[in-house]
């Protein structure tokens, strides 16, 4: 009865439909691109955009009943997007077949498919949040932070997604129109009352929108499509690259990142701490997805941490509007000719208003890094892998054309460079042995200082 209640209040509808924008501004990117990188036909791509809707909403509605019980949305990882692009770009300059690089990233992602399904039965998803302390998350939120914040800032610009953008240059009036939405989004969020301030981004996109179909002349991302047909592998069949695979791997193990991220991010909005059925759960609905992600060409699943910067800008912690959001985003799937008309929204307007969203990462990396603990010796252990990453992240692709083919997509990436390098800081060394050290020598130090300074009086 009181979920019926919940259902007719009209401010839910609102809130869902703004969770509908939400994941569909980070949704609608990504096949589209990816399928562009795999220089995949148009109905493909169609196929690929209407099933990563139905797969990603119901996704968010079983893991807000059944996995981690929050609102927080399930959904193709930027991770793992990020590293994928970065395959294809290397695979290009290699002369790889785009075929054996999809065929082995399917079976790189079965394969973290199943290690995530066994992290979840076999309960010990706790023990590896262990690994990831404070001051290795605070390195992942920063560095996803980073990632993301660039691919979506060239989106604003106007520069093509993926391999497209070769020749790309700045769209000087996509630009100047994409700012604007981003500043807007921003001034609500932050001058507006909160009944308003909620609704910042839907009102970011559905006005951008607007403006964008008055000043510009829309152009289709995807073909219309008035059927829908499920394409086993359309990335490739089955392959054994290894250095492919291998990569996969790693990236998808550090994807775990997300979920620790997503989890421990929110506890303190619901005053609740992370169980271990709640551990369990939540890797085991991830883990069945990512191998339907990898059966059918998807980029594979996680809970997205910048739900974090969601909800702290919108408020909506509630699960009903996040359920209704994910219920609405998987009929868009159901239904071809709705699907087609959402996916007309303009990349640079959707990138705007998830810029704004994303810039709240920040404050989830600092949240972290304030529960550590640093002094002039044990900050290299953030130090180090922060400033790696960021460096890497502005190498071109070709400075990496030396190193060895079965660890560059690795060395390549920021992102991974700084959470492995963050990983095995942190947890190969006693920093707070060394901190305590440091500390009592400046003790000693103040202390004798004042001595000195009775005895001269």
């Not at 791509?45 to 019980?69: D, W």
């Not at 990462?361 to 304030?370: G, P, Q, T």
Request: some cysteine.
């Amino acid at each position: 009865m009181i979920i019926i209640n919940e259902l007719l209040k009209s401010s839910n509808w609102i809130s869902g439909l703004q969770w509908l924008f939400f994941i569909f501004t980070n949704i609608v990117v990504i096949p589209i691109t990816v399928g562009a990188a795999f220089e995949l036909s148009p109905g493909t791509i169609v196929n690929m955009l209407q099933l990563s809707f139905i797969v990603t909403g119901l996704a968010c509605i079983i893991q807000a009943f059944f996995g981690h019980k929050r609102a927080i949305m399930e959904g193709q990882s930027g991770l793992w997007w990020g590293v994928i692009l970065t395959l294809v770009s290397t695979a290009v300059a290699q002369g790889m077949p785009l075929d054996i690089l999809g065929g082995s990233l399917t079976v790189g992602i079965i394969i973290v498919a199943i290690l995530t399904f066994l992290i979840g039965v076999t309960g010990i998803g706790p023990r590896i949040a262990k690994l990831f302390t404070p001051a290795v998350m605070g390195v992942f939120m920063f560095l996803f932070g980073c990632q993301l914040i660039g691919i979506f800032l060239k989106g604003m610009l106007g520069i093509p997604f993926g391999n497209q953008a070769a020749d790309a240059s700045i769209d000087v009036g996509v630009s100047l129109l994409s700012i604007v939405i981003a500043i807007i989004v921003i001034v609500i969020s932050v001058k507006a009352p909160s009944s308003i301030r909620r609704y910042g981004l839907l009102i970011g996109i559905i006005g951008g929108w607007i403006i964008y179909a008055i000043i510009f002349k829309p152009e289709s991302a995807v073909s219309e499509a008035t059927s829908f047909g499920l394409e086993l592998f359309p990335l490739g069949k089955p392959a054994w690259d290894m250095g492919i695979i291998i990569t996969t791997v790693i990236a998808g193990l550090l994807n775990a990142a997300n979920t620790f991220g997503a989890l421990k991010g929110t506890e303190d909005m619901y005053n609740v701490k992370t169980t271990k059925s709640e551990y369990r759960a939540s890797f085991t609905i991830t883990g069945v997805f990512t191998l339907i992600a990898g059966i059918f060409g998807l980029v594979p699943n996680s809970p997205y941490v910048s739900s974090i910067g969601f909800l702290s800008q919108t408020g909506i912690i509630k699960r009903i509007p996040f359920v209704l959001g994910g219920f609405m985003f998987l009929v868009m799937g159901l239904i071809p000719p709705v699907g087609h008309f959402f996916s007309q929204l303009p990349l640079s307007i959707g990138s705007a208003a998830l810029f704004v969203s994303y810039l709240l990462l920040l404050n989830s990396s600092l949240n972290f890094f304030k529960e550590v603990k640093f002094n002039t010796v044990n900050v290299y252990r953030s130090a180090v892998p922060l400033f790696v990453g960021v460096v890497i992240m502005t190498l071109p692709a070709t400075y990496f054309v030396t190193i060895p083919s079965i660890v560059r997509p690795v060395l390549s990436s920021g992102l991974l460079v700084g959470i492995i390098l963050a990983l095995l800081l942190e947890n190969l060394f006693d920093w707070d042995e060394y901190g305590n050290e440091v500390q009592g020598k400046q003790t000693e130090t103040v202390s004798t200082t004042v001595t000195d300074t009775n005895d001269i009086n």
